[in-house]
């Protein structure tokens, strides 16, 4: 990788992308084939050329002639190297969009998911229009709030996290993107919400077992956002024991949790005395989204 080049000790390692002896070709098509050949995908090649550039991905194929400058080029390099490092590219760019809103991330939240939309349909679908309350348990960045209050500007959101970094996130998109309607706390799950009851308690907790394979290519997320001890269940139940107590009669619980995750889920709500227990499949056909009510 370009990065890793440069930072090599004897500095003979030296890459056609990164500086070296021979006269580099820093004509924008040759920088996009060497990062390619560098094992960047080809989008990711053109997604960062063109943080460099300034250009549309059509302009760099258009401008494939034009040189890079020096500056340019070290920023393209070192996100190159970053990019190359597994980091998502929404924390190179510090950006993700989420239901059309364009939201800031950094490395203090979870990516948003597009999956995590099939909750937020869902919750649109079974709610009215009408004035409603609701609480987003492990709000992140905001995505589910945020969604949600530009959506239904009468609703009444109530954001939780247990991060004040990802709070600090989560309150700078809704300023932002000028939300007022949701309000942001910081405590564990159900645990700083008031005594009136919820119209709706909804989550995208984390759910991710703790010795999960696949945590090790989300090592730049927080493993907080993550995983959860108990083969990943113990922040789904933690929520769906907390949730009738702060959930009005009829109150709906929409939780976001691993395709495989839902027969569990499914028993432990009935056996604490939701009804209307269903599971929607995401368009990948997966069961990703677990919905009760509290009679
Ligand atoms: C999977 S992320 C979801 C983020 C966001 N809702 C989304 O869908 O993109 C889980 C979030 O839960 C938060 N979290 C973890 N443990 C928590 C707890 N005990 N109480 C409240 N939030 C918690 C994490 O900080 C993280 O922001």
Known sequence: MPGGDEKSASGTARSAVGAGNVAEDTRLAALLQQACARGLSRLDAELLLGRATGLSRAMLIVDGERRLGAAALAGFRT????????????????????????????????????ETELLVERCLAALPATPQRIADLGTGSGAIALALAHERPQWSITAVDASPAALAVARGNAARLGLRNVQFVEGSWCE???AEPF?????????????????????????????????????????????????????????????????????????????????????????????????
């Open 79 to 114: 996100e190159c190297a970053r990019r190359l490092a597994d980091e998502p590219l929404a924390y190179i760019e510090g950006r993700k969009e989420f239901w059309s809103l364009d939201l800031t991330v950094s490395p203090d939240v979870l990516v948003p998911r597009p």
């Open 192 to 194: 700083p919400l008031w």
């Open 199 to 295: 119209d709706a308690i909804v989550s995208n907790p984390p759910y991710v077992a703790p010795d999960d394979p696949a945590l090790a290519a989300l090592r730049h997320e927080p493993l907080a956002a993550l995983a959860a001890p108990d083969e990943g269940y113990a922040d789904l139940l933690a929520i769906l024991d907390a949730a009738p107590h702060h959930l009005r009669h009829g109150g709906l619980l929409l939780l976001e949790h691993g395709n495989t995750q839902a027969p569990r889920l499914a028993a432990a709500l009935v056996a604490r005395g939701y009804a209307r227990v269903v599971c929607h499949p995401d368009l990948a056909g997966h069961a990703r989204l677990s919905e009760a009510h509290w009679p």
